[in-house]
């Protein structure tokens, strides 16, 4: 069956958000803009099935960016079965935060049909293959959006971050990026799963050009393995 992956644009926007940079172990500090793997999650937060993926194209950032720190007090220990309460007092630990304020982002990706021989046995159990008409998965995620139903409550990087959203025309063009063209470095793209429990970290040079961030496919020979 032949079949095309499409493109949708959701225009998102929160209060907060923070998509920490992985170099910084302790205090954490945000990238400039949303990373293409916490753009991803948005688009899984709405609608995933294992017969898809979601392959983040291009970013546009549509407010100025702004920039507050927080400082928290946070646990430093997991409680675990053999641990059945941790005293604060003992595990407190107090970090700084850089994050971001009053974001604003549209977002541009591609709903990638798996075909049935290149699921994992796990996807299959979950759902099995057979004759299926990808457009359906086209239909679904596009009935969700517009009535804003989602699986889980989508966030800018960490979970405190809610992010709105709606789904928009790609042609749309209101509003316009902001007017601003910086080298973003080198950024987090996503995970690799190798397996259930081993994964490689990818990344990319992101470079911002008058607000627009274009994001290279992950075959693509700029990704950084």
């Known amino acids: 069956m032949e079949y095309t992956d499409k493109e949708y644009c959701l225009e998102v926007w929160g209060d907060y958000a923070c998509f920490t940079r992985p170099e910084l172990k302790v205090e954490r500090m945000s990238y400039d803009v949303i990373t293409p793997s916490a753009a991803r999650a948005i688009f899984d937060a709405i609608f995933w099935k294992p017969a898809i993926s979601w392959e983040v194209t291009k970013i546009e950032v549509l407010n100025p960016i702004k920039w507050f720190s927080i400082r928290r007090n946070e646990v430093g220990a997991v409680a675990s079965t053999g641990k059945n309460q941790i005293f604060i007092e003992d595990s407190r630990q107090q970090r700084n935060t850089l994050m971001l304020k009053d974001v604003h982002y549209r977002i541009h990706a ?6 049935v021989n290149k699921r994992s046995v796990d996807d299959l159990h979950r759902q099995p293959g057979g004759d299926e008409n990808p457009g359906k998965y086209n239909a679904m995620f596009e009935r969700r959006a ?17 992010a709105n959203f709606k789904l928009v025309d790609n042609s749309v063009l ?52």
């Open 110 to 115: 591609k709903q990638c049909y798996i075909p």
């Open 146 to 162: 517009e009535k804003g139903q989602c699986f889980n409550q989508p966030y800018f990087g960490t979970r405190e971050c809610v």
């Open 174 to 225: 209101s509003p316009e990026p902001i007017k601003e063209s910086k080298d973003l470095g080198i950024m987090f793209y996503d995970w690799e799963y190798i397996d259930e429990r081993n994964a490689n970290q990818m990344f990319f040079h992101a470079d911002m050009v008058n607000g627009v961030v274009m994001v290279p496919s992950k075959d693509s020979k700029e990704i950084l393995r």
